[in-house]
């Protein structure tokens, strides 16, 4: 089967390439807005690697013509919100228009697999269900997705291709490239900082480990009934909400340390919602996915091995 990954350069995108090349024929696109490609030289040629910039419609055409893929694994994207916030023009070109653009040249019997985000739900004290829970995005990027799970749904049924519409939770685990939350907290710890400079600490998150993240695209790409000219709704998290103090607490017994918080008001948010849990009884009933490691199996395998790009490292461990 041939599976074009997009963002393969990223948190997700490696782990998610590494699932897929032993069985599948991949080809990873990525722009490498982080850098060099990520992977070890002795893997390069177990898949084809495509320099593209989602934001080029001429070049998504090329690259879909040339591979004519079975199966689309959309993840590239600006995900960090702050990002979102400062430069909306970069975010909306990249996860509206970028996305439009692969699903104007996806073929009629291409599975197309969006990763759309939990920040298309509007706030709730309750865990989110794809069907039930009201849509509010409260930030760009929640915005941005949110627009491209309509385009999903209008494309797929007007060029007829089946898709899933995967709603990610907190992706937590070795390689992020993002300076979210986690990756913060490792660099200040492996620096030698035991008093961290966070935002707040008493949002509850469903964190979801990267490896089942990669196993959960794999599945709603190779399995489950999608029929064309239809998209299925889907959230990819654990059903678990932690804390960011449960997770220091976590840390603190990990790496055999006394950790202490000092509030960095910078990343205070304007808004955020106290509660982001997933309900994914309809990802296990669909596609039979279920995950398998829990947060402190995260956290361990990223202390022992945070696989951080170096400017992560050296902007918060330096």
């Given at each position: 089967m041939k599976i074009l990954v997009t963002g393969a350069n990223g948190f997700v995108g490696r782990t998610l390439c590494r699932a897929l090349y032993s069985e599948q024929a991949v080809y990873a696109i990525d722009n490498l807005r982080f850098g060099a490609l990520r992977f070890h030289p002795s893997e390069m040629s177990r898949f084809t690697f495509i320099?593209?910039?989602?934001?080029?419609?001429q070049q998504v055409r090329a690259v879909?013509?040339?591979?004519?893929?079975?199966?689309?694994?959309?993840?590239?994207?600006?995900?960090?919100?702050?990002e979102c916030e400062n430069d909306p023009e970069l975010a909306i070109s990249t996860n509206v228009m970028g996305?439009?653009?692969?699903?104007?040249?996806?073929?009629?019997?291409?599975?197309?697999?969006?990763?759309s985000s939990a920040a298309v739900y509007r706030p709730d004290q309750q865990p989110l269900v794809e069907d039930r829970s009201p849509l509010g995005p409260i930030d760009?990027?929640?915005?941005t997705k949110a627009h491209s799970e309509q385009y999903v749904h209008y494309l797929?049924?007007?060029?007829?291709?089946?898709?899933?519409?995967?709603?990610?939770?907190?992706?937590?685990?070795?390689?992020?490239?993002?300076p979210h939350v986690m990756p913060t907290i490792i660099t200040q710890l492996k620096s030698g900082r035991t008093t961290l400079k966070l935002g707040s600490i008493t949002p509850r998150r469903d964190?979801?480990?990267?490896?089942?993240?990669?196993?959960?695209?794999?599945?709603?790409?190779?399995h489950g009934d999608v029929p064309s000219r239809e998209a299925v709704t889907v959230n990819l998290g654990t059903g678990v909400a932690h804390s960011i103090a449960q997770v220091i607490d976590l840390l603190a017994e990990i790496s055999s340390q006394r950790i202490t918080v000092e509030l960095d008001e910078s990343r205070l948010r304007s808004v955020d919602n106290p509660l982001v849990v997933a309900d994914i009884s309809k990802m296990r009933s669909t596609f039979g996915w279920t995950?398998?490691?829990?947060?402190?199996?995260?956290?361990?395998?990223?202390w022992q091995d945070p696989d951080l790009p170096d400017y992560l490292v050296g902007g918060f461990g330096g």
């Open positions: 320099h593209v910039d989602i934001r080029e419609p879909i013509d040339e591979t004519r893929p079975d199966a689309i694994i959309h993840l590239a994207a600006i995900h960090f919100i702050p996305t439009v653009a692969l699903l104007a040249h996806c073929p009629s019997n291409c599975r197309f697999v969006f990763a760009v990027y929640g915005l797929s049924r007007k060029r007829g291709f089946p898709a899933v519409i995967v709603r990610l939770f907190n992706v937590v685990g070795p390689g992020e490239t993002n964190f979801i480990h990267v490896t089942d993240t990669a196993s959960g695209f794999v599945a709603t790409t190779l995950p398998r490691y829990d947060l402190r199996a995260a956290l361990q395998g990223t």
